[in-house]
């Protein structure tokens, strides 16, 4: 079936560090792609998406560019800031007619100042 | 802006209670989504629903039940709690149609002793 595969965290920078966190995923067909992000005591909130090959969802200076040739959507950014410390969950929706989303397992982000 | 509200944040209940956790959202959306969230796992879905009154088995259902009686609330029953159902539970709606984003409650935390 359809799945998100996430590297393991937790992934801690210092403030200003270049951010990597990568997902791949297996899907029948070519999905939307999500990236989530969940601060400390809330729930998730949709950070960015794509919804076709090679597009790049953007947002809050996080990118993520849909590679369909690696099954890939991997989530960047230039410099973090402390208040990027969050757990970041990779998600695509599900191949059965309902409006159902896989996530993957989370990365937590912690950068010190 | 979206509200999902879960009606507690953190609750204690023995074993063997009658648990309800009750979540409202105010966008009129038609999909609503019961999580429970577990480190090292990521979110797994127990119950949805697209519209009132109805009701699909997510990828964990075991031990628990729904209720939508009306299109802005989702309720999730624990018949019987245990302790293995210790965990953080998200409720979350979105839109019916296309890709719509997961609006997010801020999460209820489950203790069970």
């Known amino acids: 079936g359809d799945s998100v595969t996430q590297m393991e965290g937790p992934v801690t920078l210092s403030e200003e560090a270049f951010l990597t966190i990568n997902c791949t995923y297996t899907a029948t067909g070519y999905p939307s792609l999500f990236w989530y992000v969940q601060y400390p005591g809330e729930g998730l909130q949709l950070l960015l998406k794509?919804?076709?090959?090679?597009d790049k969802g953007s947002n809050k200076g996080f990118e993520a560019t849909y590679r369909k040739e690696t099954t890939s959507f991997h989530l960047e950014k230039g410099s973090v800031q402390v208040s990027d410390s969050a757990v970041y969950f990779c998600?695509?929706?599900?191949?059965?007619?309902?409006?159902?989303?896989?996530f993957g397992t989370g990365t937590r982000l912690l950068v010190s100042p | 802006d979206v509200k999902v509200t879960q009606s507690s944040r953190y609750l204690v209940k023995r074993t063997g209670e009658k648990v309800f956790l009750e979540c409202v959202q105010d966008m009129d959306h038609e999909n609503m989504f019961w999580y429970r969230q577990d480190p090292g796992l990521g979110l797994r879905l127990i119950y949805f629903s697209y519209d009132v009154k109805m009701k699909e088995k997510g990828d964990i259902p075991e031990g628990y039940s729904v209720s939508r009686e009306k299109k802005e609330r989702f309720s999730l029953i624990l018949e019987s709690a245990s302790t293995n159902q210790t965990s953080m539970y998200l409720c979350?709606?979105?839109?019916?149609?296309?890709?719509?984003?997961?609006?997010f409650g801020n999460g209820t935390r489950l203790t069970v002793t």
């Open positions: 794509a919804t076709k090959a090679d």
């Open positions: 998600a695509l929706p599900e191949n059965t007619g309902f409006q159902k989303l896989v």
């Open positions: 979350a709606s979105s839109r019916g149609t296309g890709h719509a984003p997961l609006h």
